[in-house]
């Protein structure tokens, strides 16, 4: 079956510090994808990476960073410096590669961020 | 580009009554799916369709429908509402399906309160 579990509920952090928001997933296929989305109160969803279980680089895009280890079905997020404006809402997904599953991602429960200036 | 585009953001409506959701995805899109985020038990996905079918459904009742016309646009009915409806109801877009290796892009939802 497919899972994703967020363990940390809320985070919070003082400006200027990093944080890592930990994303455990479970799945039976070889080949899947793993999101990251970020919610600010308004509600839209924002993409921020896509992965591909074939793919296990690390990526870095500006403050932000992902560690990807199927070994231990984790994609963890980590915001280095943190800000204020980074204060949302954190959701990890996953979708399977199967002609069968064409519109679903499953998602974790979220974890809340609050950065304090 | 302009994004994927729902409306109404906000609406309230009474129990019994039934609700129509519309969603433009992003332009060249062709997979349109619908979410449901609730306190509760989160985001929840309720069907995606391409090219006018719906291709997968997720686990909630007959009173969830939609549909999809030739242009990609996309619109969701909820029929008989109940309390628990109440709910962000997310639309999101991508080129053919998130099972096949695209971005799944969503809208800022449509906030659905039932009294």
């Known amino acids: 079956a497919q899972k994703v579990t967020q363990a940390q509920t809320e985070i919070s952090v003082v400006e200027k510090e990093d944080v890592t928001l930990d994303c455990v997933y479970e799945t039976r296929d070889t080949t899947y994808y793993l999101f990251w989305y970020k919610q600010p109160p308004s509600g839209e969803l924002v993409f921020l990476i896509r992965?591909?279980?074939?793919?296990?680089q690390n990526e870095i895009s500006g403050r932000y960073s992902w560690n990807f280890q199927k070994s231990t079905s984790s994609f963890n997020f980590t915001i280095t410096a943190s800000q204020v404006v980074d204060s949302a809402v954190y959701f990890c997904a996953l979708s399977e590669a199967r002609s069968s599953n064409t519109g679903k991602l499953i998602f974790g429960q979220g974890t809340t961020l609050q950065v304090k200036p | 580009k302009a994004g994927v585009t729902q409306t109404p953001r906000y609406l309230i409506k009474t129990r019994g009554q039934q609700v129509t959701l519309s969603c433009s995805p992003i332009s060249g899109h062709r997979s349109v799916s619908w979410y449901q985020q609730t306190p509760g038990q989160g985001l929840q996905f309720l069907f995606e369709?391409?090219?006018?079918?719906?291709?997968n459904k997720g686990n909630f009742p007959g009173r969830f429908s939609g549909r999809q016309f030739s242009n990609s646009r996309s619109e969701m009915n909820v029929s008989t509402l109940e309390l628990g409806d109440s709910a962000l109801y997310l639309c999101?877009?991508?080129?053919?399906?998130?099972?096949?290796?695209?971005?799944?892009?969503f809208g800022e939802g449509s906030w659905l309160t039932v009294v």
């Open positions: 999101a877009s991508s080129l053919v399906g998130v099972g096949l290796g695209n971005t799944i892009y």
């Open positions: 369709y391409f090219s006018e079918t719906q291709r």
């Open positions: 992965r591909n279980s074939f793919d296990e």
